[in-house]
């Protein structure tokens, strides 16, 4: 089941903070919908030894989704292949999603309903997802995990955020 | 392969980027006559399918609403943005009458022309220079390029300069930002590849920028100084005898005198320590890392010569790649031919016979003002040429996707010289704070509603294609309709009398290796690179790569790159040099009225060193306020760690603060220009828009 779930790895070595990825989701997903993906920036260290860590983050789509289980409505679903999505159907629009997800993948709507990242899941699995379409240095990967994990061996990836293994913690130093 | 129901039975068009001048290769998928979705060209090698973020976004060019749609002739004073709507042969008739009374009573190069160089261009720098007579004609070099491109020819002769990233193993990048301000997507990724491969990364920035983060060491230096670190670099690499020695003999002019020059001058690592605040012993490190990793590459381009000293600086960067024999092979510094579509392969859209090109009456404003080695006009001295009229009048301006009163430095003078002209017609997608001063506006098509052929910016020589992929809105049209209207209107309609856009399509193209049909299908052409074009001679007076200059020489400067001190410095009263910064997502004046863009970041901050920001009592999201001896703006502030102490950097300055362009963009940040004097680089004519001391306090 794991190695076929679907899912995303953001490569920290990668990740220039261009918003690239934001935008073509955008542009995809529909102009007037929130952005599904926050690009943060986290310094550390004292002048002149400073280091800067930029992550793009979206829906990670869990194998263990705490917005699932935080849904009163039962409106978020897993679907065979991992991917979590909404049914705004049912969604009442009360937030609680929000507060159990760890990476602030909720987003809400004019319509107060929640949705996210669907995975662009009216593209084919030939394309690419529109984010990783669009990252210029590679940094966002999208695909099975077994996909995934080959890429992070080949690559050598140091650093990643991704719940490819773990429960709550999204950044990874990998051995 | 099926694809996604948005996109099926989608009409792809092939259309060149027009968001920055550097011309991206690109897709644009429509259905039902809307634009969809868009794509780098996959087949092209420097976007391989990708665009930047700002290309993703510019797609909302062909929604918003804040589009210019109707010719507009202005109603109320200049600025005050009153218009009204006018017809296309109004329009038209005005300009052909205006222009002709100017030529009678001034002569033609009362009439000066500014643009940037994105395309369809050559309609009408072809129209004003060929028929109407100016010689003043300009693109936007002062505020970009010009360091660089003079840089280049006194150097290498004709040639332009591109650093082939990917294939190099030692890159030391000055100022310049490959990944936050990306120019080609391919140019950015090359360096990531070369990441991939080992190669190391040297970043020289007063910020630790998204370049400098990725880098493998981040060298702080004092904002103005690279030229005193490049020129101790370069003597290091001399006294240790790790130059190229046969290159040199080869290839080169002036090394002897060079050696002699540093040595003359005492440009020792020392002594460059105490001018960057690098120490002598990293100078020396990096020049042995540089000179012994082949290939090596070492870049620079405008963040980094925005000081008067910077043509020399600039020099020296690119003679680091001479000196190592980094000319012009896989991982090098890649020569290429001019940028700018102004050399061939391509020829001009129309033709004029010889007997009938207009007689330039007088010389232009750049030879006339002395800069001969200067590819453009300094436009930072057009307000006061209007002013004074100086050497001689300059009574119209024809301003094509420029906005100088936001773009150039010193806004209130621009302001004074633009109320002082008796005619200014704008070509531009919206009503830009440029715009507002003019008396007509034209409403221009966007990159995605025009035709046109362009030159690539490659090493391979490359032409690139665009077609429309939705029509202009309102009653917009594309350059070449309206250079067509005006020209009519002139009596020049002969020239002008194409009866599909592919007639001058195809006189563009005369002649190249391959036809219209091909550029249609694919999108581009790409011809053989060539390499170690040195090895057939260059187009210097010596044809050689100069390291002594004889055109700068004969232009009556030091022929040797020296260090001078940047004009401006901070002082007891103003404590701070003020530079700027980019953001990845916003190009230059173009992309504000994007909501999805001023989603990312609704306002411009500027950043502070914290041991600085402590001692003002400022907190990062504090406003402050930053007082230059000319004007003061408010911003937001920034406390990092990422910059040298003593530094204020705006980050997009000179693309927020808008009051014009539309509802987005109007009344967001602050706008830099206002605080920074008219300061150039006197030998290529480049804007030094670093050349600015201010004070910060708490707001």
Excluded at chain 1, 60 to 88: F, N, Q, T, W
Excluded at chain 1, 109 to 138: H, I, V, Y
Excluded at chain 2, 181 to 204: S, T, W, Y
Excluded at chain 2, 539 to 567: D, H, Q
């Amino acid at each position: 089941m794991s190695s076929t779930r679907k899912g995303f790895f953001v490569d920290l070595d990668r990740c220039i903070k261009c918003h690239a990825c934001e935008i073509a989701c955008r542009v995809w997903n529909g102009i007037n919908v929130p952005s599904y993906r926050t690009i943060i920036e986290i310094e550390s260290g004292t002048y002149p030894f400073v280091e800067r860590t930029n992550v793009s983050i979206a829906c990670m789509h869990c194998e263990e989704a705490y917005c699932m289980a935080a849904c009163p409505a039962k409106a978020i679903y897993k679907r065979e292949d991992g991917v979590v999505l909404v049914d705004s159907e049912k969604c009442l629009g009360c937030r609680l999603c929000s507060w159990a997800c760890p990476f602030g993948a909720p987003k809400y709507g004019s319509d107060l309903k929640m949705q996210k990242c669907t995975f662009c899941n009216d593209r084919p699995d030939w394309m690419p997802r529109a984010c990783e379409e669009a990252c210029p240095t590679g940094a966002i990967v999208a695909g099975t995990i077994s996909y995934l994990e080959k890429i992070i061996k080949e690559r050598k990836v140091k650093r990643i955020a991704s719940q490819i293994k773990g429960k709550r913690a999204f950044m990874y130093i990998l051995p | 392969m099926e694809m996604p129901e948005k996109l099926s039975g989608a009409k792809v068009a092939k259309s060149i980027c027009g968001v920055c001048p550097f011309r991206c290769s690109i897709e644009a998928y429509v259905k039902d006559g809307k634009l969809i979705y868009t794509r780098g060209n996959p087949e092209n090698p420097n976007t391989k399918g990708k665009r930047c973020v700002k290309g993703f976004a510019s797609i909302w060019f062909a929604y918003d609403p804040d589009r210019l749609k109707y010719p507009l002739m202005r109603i109320g004073e200049r600025g005050e943005g009153k218009f009204k709507r006018i017809s296309w042969d109004e329009a038209f008739t005005i300009i052909a009458e205006k222009l002709k009374e100017i030529k009678e009573k001034y002569g033609p190069e009362a009439v000066v022309s500014l643009d940037h160089v994105q395309g369809c261009t050559w309609h009408y720098k072809n129209f004003l220079y060929l028929l109407y007579g100016t010689p003043n004609i300009y693109d936007h070099t002062a505020a970009c390029d010009g360091t660089f491109t003079t840089a280049c020819i006194s150097i290498f002769g004709s040639f332009w300069g591109i650093e082939d990233y990917a294939n190099s193993k030692y890159i030391l990048i000055w100022g310049k930002e490959p990944f936050e301000a990306p120019r080609i997507v391919g140019f950015l990724q090359g360096l990531m590849e070369a990441k991939d491969k080992g190669a190391k990364l040297v970043v020289v920035n007063p910020r630790l920028s998204k370049t400098a983060e990725k880098a493998d060491e981040w060298i702080p230096i004092k904002p103005g100084t690279d030229g005193a670190m490049a020129l101790a670099m370069a003597k290091t690499i001399i006294d240790e005898e790790l130059y190229d020695r046969d290159f040199i003999e080869k290839y080169c002019y002036g090394f002897d005198e060079f050696r002699r020059h540093l040595e003359e001058k005492g440009y020792t690592p020392e002594w460059a320590e105490g001018i960057t605040g690098v120490s002598a012993s990293t100078i020396r490190r990096i020049a042995r890392e540089f000179a012994t990793t082949k290939p090596a590459v070492s870049s620079a381009y405008h963040g980094f010569a925005c000081y008067t000293n910077a043509f020399d600086a600039m020099r020296a960067v690119l003679l680091l790649n001479v000196l190592t024999g980094n000319v012009d092979k896989p991982g090098s510094f890649l020569l290429v031919g001019s940028p700018g579509g102004l050399e061939p392969p391509l020829k001009p859209p129309f033709r004029v016979p010889e007997d009938k090109i207009a007689k330039i009456n007088k010389p232009s404003l750049r030879e006339t003002l002395g800069f001969v080695l200067a590819p453009d006009f300094p436009t930072a001295l057009l307000p006061k040429v209007i002013l004074e009229g100086k050497p001689y009048p300059v009574r119209a301006l024809i301003l094509s996707q420029v906005n100088p009163i936001m773009s150039d430095a010193n806004t209130k003078l621009w302001i004074e010289a633009f109320k002082a002209l008796d005619f200014i017609v704008a070509i531009d997608i919206y009503l830009s704070e440029t715009a507002m001063y003019c008396d007509i506006v034209l409403p221009d098509a966007c990159y995605f509603e025009r035709y046109d052929i362009l030159q690539g910016f490659n090493h391979a020589p490359m032409v690139l294609y665009s077609e429309p992929a939705i029509p202009p809105p309102g009653e917009a049209k594309p350059i070449y309709e309206i250079v067509r209207g005006i020209a009519e209107k002139m009596g020049y309609g002969e020239y002008f009398n194409w009866k599909s856009e592919e007639d001058w399509m195809r006189n563009m193209i005369e002649g190249l290796p391959f036809t219209l049909e091909d550029l249609k299908q694919k999108g581009f052409w790409i011809g053989e690179p060539q390499y170690k074009k040195y090895e057939s001679g260059l187009k210097t007076p010596t044809g050689k790569i100069e390291i002594y200059s004889v055109l700068v020489e004969v232009a009556g400067y030091n022929p040797l790159p020296e260090y001078k001190p940047p004009a401006v410095m901070p002082d007891e009263k103003y404590p701070f040099r003020l530079i700027s910064a980019r953001m990845p997502f916003q190009s230059n004046l173009v992309t504000q009225n994007i909501p999805m863009l001023a989603d990312i970041e609704g306002e411009n901050w500027a950043e502070i060193n914290s041991k600085d920001a402590e001692k003002y009592g400022i907190k990062t999201g504090d406003y402050i306020i930053i007082e230059s001896p000319l004007d003061s703006i408010t911003v937001k502030a920034k406390v990092t760690e990422g910059i040298v102490p003593g530094v204020v950097a705006l980050v997009h300055g000179f693309g927020f603060g808008h009051w014009g362009m539309g509802k987005v963009a109007k009344g967001r940040g602050a706008h830099i220009n206002r605080l920074i004097d008219t300061h150039i680089d006197p030998v290529s004519g480049t804007i030094a828009y670093n050349e600015c001391k201010v004070r910060v306090r708490k707001a």
